[in-house]
């Protein structure tokens, strides 16, 4: 770890008026929750992604709900894991003002479990599941207690999606995240290879814009040349480790 680039980062954390933190897969792994690209993910033991994109789609969804959920309920019921240090943080960074929201690619809830406040899911939250027909929102319990079938509404009767954007869908939050990530002073860059679209998107026309942006990742990413500064995660490292020794030096 570079105590000296955490130091030289901190004051640039200190000095913008807003830093917004966007986090991807990588640091949902180190709680415990595989990534879908990596060895162990859905995507590598399902075949490739293009396979899983064909079975969780929704045009696949609206076609054969119980056949979605049959997968759905196999592949995406996400274990219950606890929030890891790097989140944790984040919480304690919101508290003492010293970033003003997140925009996430993870759909785990875990943020939300930490305790943080203003967060934009991008992907949506597998947590909760939404009616197609009336559009109320029901916990994880009440839809895992259909399974393995499909869940229902007890207001209308109508099915219900978990409320994540799936394959062939409009994201509903882009407008917020795009201003979220364009207002801010500073973007910290989380835990992801910036590879998934159209967030790496709004990444990439912030850094087109702006100087102030730290990414914190194990591996390189698109976007690398274009931060003011790169911290690589190595092998001995975790995400957490280092976002504690940064909210210390820009706490103290």
């Known amino acids: 770890m570079n105590f000296e680039q955490i130091e030289q980062?901190?004051?640039i954390i200190k000095k913008a008026d807003s830093t917004v933190a966007v986090t991807g897969a990588?640091?949902?792994?180190?709680?415990?929750?595989?990534?879908f690209r990596g060895p162990d993910g859905i995507y590598t033991k399902m075949g490739g992604e293009a396979k899983v994109m064909s079975l969780i789609s929704i045009d696949a969804f609206r076609r054969d709900p119980a056949k979605f959920y049959?997968?759905?309920?196999?592949?995406?019921?996400?274990?219950?894991?606890?929030?890891?240090?790097?989140?944790t943080v984040l919480v304690d960074m919101e508290k003492a003002k010293l970033i003003k929201g997140i925009v996430t690619q993870n759909i785990d809830g875990l943020h939300q479990k930490a305790g943080s406040k203003n967060i934009i899911p991008f992907h949506g939250n597998a947590d909760q599941y939404i009616c197609t027909s009336c559009s109320k929102l029901y916990g994880s319990d009440h839809a895992k207690a259909a399974a393995p079938g499909i869940p229902f509404c007890e207001a209308c009767g109508g099915v219900l999606k978990p409320n994540i954007v799936l394959f062939g869908e409009s994201i509903s939050n882009f407008g917020p995240a795009y201003e979220m990530i364009m207002d801010a002073g500073c973007l910290l860059v989380i835990g992801t290879s910036l590879n998934v679209?159209?967030?790496?998107?709004?990444?990439?026309?912030?850094?087109?814009?702006?100087?102030?942006?730290?990414?914190?990742?194990?591996?390189p990413t698109q976007l690398d040349s274009a931060a003011a500064?790169?911290?690589?995660v190595n092998e001995d490292e975790t995400l957490g480790?280092?976002?504690?020794?940064?909210y210390k030096a820009v706490s103290g």
């Open 9 to 11: 980062l901190a004051k």
């Open 26 to 35: 990588g640091i949902s792994t180190e709680a415990g929750i595989p990534d």
């Open 70 to 87: 049959d997968f759905h309920w196999k592949r995406f019921d996400f274990p219950p894991v606890a929030p890891c240090k790097a989140h």
């Open 197 to 219: 679209y159209p967030l790496a998107g709004l990444v990439a026309e912030y850094s087109a814009l702006h100087r102030n942006m730290i990414i914190i990742n194990r591996g």
């Open 229 to 232: 500064f790169k911290i690589e």
């Open 241 to 246: 480790a280092i976002m504690e020794e940064i």
